[in-house]
């Protein structure tokens, strides 16, 4: 099994940013599918951002040139550099892997059935 460890989190004022970590563990693989999720309080989870097999990277459009996925190969770690922070972005930010390649279908990558590993996620609060 692969295991999340997500990190960065923290209380920032609303034009400011953060990075998010994510440290994989276990039965990793090169170019390994990952992607961000989030959940506020009182809503259900919230694609934010992913990365395929190929590096391609996809993005929610609310997050879209604000929000940057990226990945250190020699660290096993994928990073959610988050800049411009609204207050709607409050919320636990969760890291999600898949165990083999991205699939065939389109969307896949805001889709959470299509994820197989969860971190525990890491706490991301913008004051106004």
């Known amino acids: 099994q692969v295991q999340l460890v997500e990190s960065g989190g923290g209380l920032v004022q609303a034009g400011g940013s953060l990075r998010l970590s994510c440290a994989a563990s276990g039965r990793t693989f090169s170019r390994q599918p990952m992607g961000w999720f989030r959940q506020a309080p009182g809503k259900e989870r919230e694609f934010v951002a992913a990365m395929a097999w190929n590096g391609g990277t996809y993005y929610a459009d609310s997050e879209k040139g604000r929000f940057t996925i990226s990945r250190d190969n020699a660290k096993n770690t994928v990073y959610l550099q988050m800049n411009s922070l609204k207050p709607e972005d409050t919320a636990v930010y969760i890291c999600?892997?898949?165990?083999?390649?991205?699939?065939?279908?389109?969307?896949?990558?805001?889709?959470?059935?299509?994820?197989?590993?969860w971190g525990q996620g890491t706490q991301v609060t913008v004051s106004s």
């Open positions: 999600a892997a898949r165990k083999e390649r991205n699939p065939l279908g389109s969307n896949w990558y805001s889709r959470p059935g299509l994820y197989d590993y």
